[in-house]
Each structure stands twice: as C-alpha cells, then as structure tokens.
C-alpha cells in the first residue's frame, strides 16, 4: 500500500517537496473491518486550507471512491464502492465504526443508475450537495433574480449557475479563461460570463446585471466578493461558500471590513459548511441525480491518470487547470 503524508507546512503555494510518497504494511483485518483499494481519489480546495492544521507526518487528507476488496464487516461487503474519507491512500484498512473526518461521512456508494462511479466525488457527492444546499438554504433564489457565482466553472461553481436556470434564474458566472465562459454559456445555459482575469469584472458585472445582483454564491472571496457585493440589491443573500483567493497567501489573512453596501442594502451574509447537511445527503444526491436524467444539469471532470500524480493534480486545480470537478484515476 501506499500514501503520501505531509512532511511539511507548506507556505504559500503547496511544493512537492511537502509530501513524501511512502510504502505501508497494512494490518490483517480484525471483526467489523474492511480493505478498500483506491480507485478515484478527490482533489479540492478545502485540502489546502485544512493543510494549516494537519501535523506533519500525518497521512493528506481528502476522499475517494475506492472499492472493497476484503471485508469482516456486514455493512461494508466485498464489491462494493465506498466514498472513503482516507485521505491520500492507494489501500485503507478501515473499520464500520470509524468516526467523521472532517465532519464528511463515509459511507457506501448509493446506486447511481448505470452514471460512472467517479460522479460520487463530484456532482453526486460533496461538491453537488455544496451547489444544492448553499444555493436553495441560504440565497433561496427565486425565479426572476439575478445569481452570480464566482469559481463558476469549477465543481461546485458549475452546478450552482444550473441549479440557479433550473429555479428561473439569470445566472452570471465568474472564472478565469474564455474556454471555460465558453462552456458555461453555450453549454451549461449561463446568461453571463465574466473573465476575471482579462475583464473589469466591475463593468462587466453593470452591464450583465443592470437591475443588480440578488443572489451571490461566493466560492473565492477577495476583490472578486466585494466588486459583486457592491452592486447587490437590497436583501441580497450571499452564500459565503470558500475563499481560494486566501487558501495559499502567506502570513495572516487579510480581512476585508463589511463595506457600507452590507449596511444599507440590507445583505445577508452566511457562511456555511456542507456538512450542516448530513441528515439530508441523500435528498441532494438525488436530486441532482434527477436533474441529469432529465437533462437539465450538465457535469465535466478533469481526470488526471495515477496515483503518483495526485500532487500535480491538486496543484494544477488551485491554479485553474481543471474544468468542473478534478479528480485523479488511480
Ligand atoms: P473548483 O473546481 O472550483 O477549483 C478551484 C478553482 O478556483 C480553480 O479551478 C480556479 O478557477 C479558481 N481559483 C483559483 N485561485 C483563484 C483566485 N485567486 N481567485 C479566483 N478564483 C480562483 O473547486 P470546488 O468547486 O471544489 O470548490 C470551490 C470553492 O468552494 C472553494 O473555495 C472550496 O473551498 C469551496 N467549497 C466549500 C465547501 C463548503 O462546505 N463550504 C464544500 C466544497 C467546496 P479559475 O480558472 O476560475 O481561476
């Protein structure tokens, strides 16, 4: 078996010379346990941010799909998929009783009618109930309004401007090449689309949305959040999802104050974890599941091939190299 730990706190921008790829004996099974062996492991923002508090020489964090292969668990028999909160692992000697990681769940794979199991990472699993949930609890859009979404063509970003055309939407999407506005508005169904590289997104924004933002589902933070919050509508609602504009900075984290636009517009600002939705997981995979049959959402994964290539993977999703959900095939 194998895995990578992180050998060092990585500043700023994660190096390979952080992680160290080592060899490990696993243990024979005892009652209630099971061997997984890994076969699409999940690469996602939240992982940098999380690398502040892991320990040196502990295992990397993270999920995968991964399919059990020996098993002294009734719960978890042999055949089928898991989605694993093992972190970084090629095989996992895991037990039916292990606690949370992260708050994420690990459980066995719902049947996903005939789609590719890798969806379990990404539209049917965490990212799809981000999109889900964060969108319909906390912005509640309602048909007519304007969403914007930053991180738009991302895993989660993707799914949150179609879920916003399927509730009735105009939905504007923020990210960082044409080729990836191009996919969200020809494809996807996006109205807008905003380069926030090469654009004054500021300008941009005034002309997609000329009655103003309602709706902002904030996967970046940063100037990107306030140039959109300062042109929301009175009771906008803002899903504070992430900030991958701050997961790699160095040093303390700046904090933007609250701008006048929060006070007089009345905003309502609420961060959130996906995990707040565990008792209803299934609810989300379903749904998103439904809309896929019938059309209405559309899905991309990035696939990076071997595990040996799991660093390189995650490192080029921070930089924007993926199209919706990066994922790496063991
Ligand atoms: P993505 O698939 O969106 O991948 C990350 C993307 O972020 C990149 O493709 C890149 O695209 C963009 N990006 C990188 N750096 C910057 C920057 N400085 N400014 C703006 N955009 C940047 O990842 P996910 O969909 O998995 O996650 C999106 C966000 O949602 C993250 O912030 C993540 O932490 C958060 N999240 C939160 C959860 C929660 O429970 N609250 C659960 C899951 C995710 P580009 O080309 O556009 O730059």
Known sequence: AKKYIL????EGF???TDFKLVEEQLPPLKENEYLTEAVFLSVDPYMRAYMRRLNVNTTMIGSQIAKIVESKSAKFPVGRYVVGQYGWRSHTVASENAPQELGLQTFLLPDLQGLPVSLGLGVLGMPG???YFGLLELCKPKAGETVVVSGAAGAVGSLVGQIAKIKGCTAIGIA???EK???LTQELGFDHFINYKTQNVEKELKKAAPKG???????VGGEISTTVINQMNLFGRVAVCGAISAYNATGPIKV???NASIVFQQLKLEGFIVSTWNQRWMEGIHQNLQWIQQGKLKYRETVTEGFENIFKAFTEMLQGGNVGKAIVKV
Request: with cysteine; proline share 12%.
């Open 7 to 10: 050998v060092k706190k990585s």
């Open 14 to 16: 994660p190096k390979p």
């Open 129 to 131: 109930n981000t999109a």
């Open 176 to 178: 960082g090449s044409d």
């Open 181 to 183: 506005g191009k996919w």
């Open 213 to 219: 933002v309602d709706c902002y589902f904030d996967n």
């Open 256 to 258: 933007s104050t609250p």
